[in-house]
């Protein structure tokens, strides 16, 4: 298993900005996905964005244009920025890293909230 530890979380009002950082505990250019999760009281956890170990990402519609997720490999972090935050965006965000083999690890979560 891979440890993740998540930071950054915090309150934020609508339309203000967070930095989550996310630090592995190996190599993350092993790690074939790396990602950033989100789950609000009630309802499933779903994917916020991924980044591959070649620098691919993905996102949800919902963040297209105010997320922004991205890899550090001399560090061993990823993050994901998150601009003009909406009161919807309030949940637990966890970081994730998918290794073919080996498959998910998780973070413990940071709490994001955003007041309207």
């Known amino acids: 298993q891979v440890q993740l530890v998540e930071s950054g979380g915090g309150l934020v009002q609508t339309g203000g900005s967070l930095r989550l950082s996310c630090a592995a505990s190996i190599n993350i250019d092993n790690i074939n996905t790396m990602g950033w999760y989100r789950q609000a009281p009630g309802k499933q956890r779903e994917l916020v964005a991924v980044?591959?170990?070649?620098?691919?990402?993905t996102y949800v519609d919902s963040v297209k244009g105010r997320f922004t997720i991205s890899r550090d490999s001399a560090r061993n972090m990823v993050y994901l920025q998150m601009n003009s935050l909406k009161p919807e965006d309030t949940s637990v965000y966890y970081c994730s890293a998918r290794r073919a083999k080996e498959g998910y690890s998780w973070g413990q979560g940071t709490q994001v909230t955003v007041s309207s």
């Open positions: 980044i591959t170990n070649t620098g691919r990402t």
